[in-house]
Nanobody, 125 residues
Framework: QVQVAESGGDLVQAGGSLKLSCTAS????????MGWFRQAPGKERERVSC????????YYADSVRGRFTISRDNAKNTLDLQMNSLKPEDTAMYYC??????????????????WGQGTQVSVSS
């Protein structure tokens, strides 16, 4: 069984920081990319950041580039998202996802196979 779980969401004031963490279990073989998505009420799900299966061609959405930093621990199958200088528009449910395959570049939403239940990030003004 493959399970993905996120943690770290909270309510913070604008300008504050949060660190989200994701653990993927059951990934005993193969290669995979890992990424973060978010969805705010009334909006489509957005790809926030991603690390591919190989290399360091990380992806950041324009809206978070320079403020968020993604990191991955392959040995532990964990993925973190350090979020700094948070803005009210960052308020969303944040999802961790895993895409099985040998990706040298980050895949897009439809290629991700396993998803967590989400962790809520709320940024007040």
């Amino acid at each position: 069984q493959v399970q993905v779980a996120e943690s770290g969401g909270d309510l913070v004031q604008a300008g504050g920081s949060l660190k989200l963490s994701c653990t993927a279990s059951g990934l005993t073989s193969g290669e995979y990319a890992m990424g973060w998505f978010r969805q705010a009420p009334g909006k489509e799900r957005e790809r926030v950041s991603c690390i591919p299966s190989y290399g360091s061609r990380t992806y950041y959405a324009d809206s978070v580039r320079g403020r968020f930093t993604i990191s991955r621990d392959n040995a532990k199958n964990t993925l973190d998202l350090q979020m700094n200088s948070l803005k009210p528009e960052d308020t969303a449910m944040y999802y961790c996802a895993v895409a099985r395959g040998g990706y040298y570049n980050c895949p897009r939403e439809h290629d991700f196979d396993y998803w967590g239940q989400g962790t809520q990030v709320s940024v007040s003004s």
